[in-house]
């Protein structure tokens, strides 16, 4: 039924309650639409029966697929060498469905023990309340990795970049030792544009889709991308725990993964020179970024980044918290204290009160993580604003 052809009969009641609809475009759009729906109009049982089989292509229920899902989730999938993904309402969602999909109660995980704060505490949570047992290791002491393996191990997590000292994992190396047990690498730092950890041995590839994939600080989403049959199980419980994400933030996501590439190259060089300025000005105590020739990760970085090490990095101020206070103050206006990362504008957090705040001092001091420590995400400034800005400001504390 079109607006040229109405029907005499009915009553405006129900013209306006089948409002909205317009014939099937003739010609492509430009963007890719918004699937605004919950559900899917099926035309018989037949046809119910062909979609939720996959005998036939299409959707039935939002929770479980919907075009801009599928969309990005693809998206992602290919930028890092996979075969299928699956979007989620966070990147904790993500990691949820997972280990939904991948492990039961009293099996066994292992788990790279400097990891963004949320993810230690979802395992330390499953640990204690659901039987699931639970082992760190450093991811520089592979011993500690095989020691840990000889209990019959389901799934080992780890992360390409770390959050928030900017760690670098040895993929290949990690991969080896566990053989057929399943790799997860949480790579939101690195991306696909500077490592695809699949090509280096990872099983699945997490991200936390609300930074750089979309890189403007105005979604919640998540991605997990690998094998079609282990996808086809984790998107199951993203169904099931409904953590599955919206279709306009999975539009806005793919819109951000557009430039990607651009922003990426773009970060890891202002952040390389910031990170060279901050070594030079005597408030800060220590700088940690891969691409500096002090970190202990240099060798590996230039091998397995060679595109970069991304926007991220760190740096201590001896003055502890109080500094640290005194540094956002003067930064509020111009480079904000957010408890996020990777936006289009540059900003600084917290890691012991933010990220990691759920982790006792003593688990914080055995990361490295100090009362001192700011972590700085790089936007799309000019370098040279950055550095008059934070000097002026760390001149203050």
Known sequence: ????????NLDPSTIA????????????????????????????????????GG?????????????NHEAFANDVARLEGAEAGVVTASGMGALTAVLMAMVKTGEHVVAARVLYGRTGQLLNHLASSFGLKVTYFDIDDLDALKAAIAVPTRLCIVESISNPLLEIADLPAIAQILGEIPLLVDSTFATPCLLKPISQGATLVWHSASKYLNGHGDLMAGVVVGPKNLIRRIRAMSSLYGVN????????????LRSLPLRMNRVSQTAL?????????????????????????????????PHGCGGMLAFELPGGRAAVDTLFRHLAHIIPFSPTLADSRTTVSYPAGTSHKFMTAAERAACGISDGLVRLSIGLEDPADLQRELGAALAKT
């Open 1 to 8: 039924m079109t607006a040229e052809t109405p029907e005499p």
């Open 17 to 52: 309650a089948r409002a909205g609809w317009s014939p099937d475009f003739i010609t492509r759009p430009s963007s890719p639409p918004v699937y605004l729906t919950t559900a899917f109009d099926i035309e018989s049982l037949e046809q119910l029966d062909a979609v939720a």
């Open 55 to 67: 005998q036939e292509k299409g959707y039935i229920y939002t929770r479980d697929g919907n075009p």
């Open 245 to 256: 994400s919206n279709p306009f933030e999975s539009w806005l996501a793919a819109r951000g």
């Open 273 to 305: 020179q910031v990170a060279t300025f901050l070594q030079s000005v005597p408030q800060v105590s220590r700088v940690v970024y891969p691409g500096l020739k002090d970190h202990p990760h240099f060798e590996r970085a230039k091998q397995c980044l």
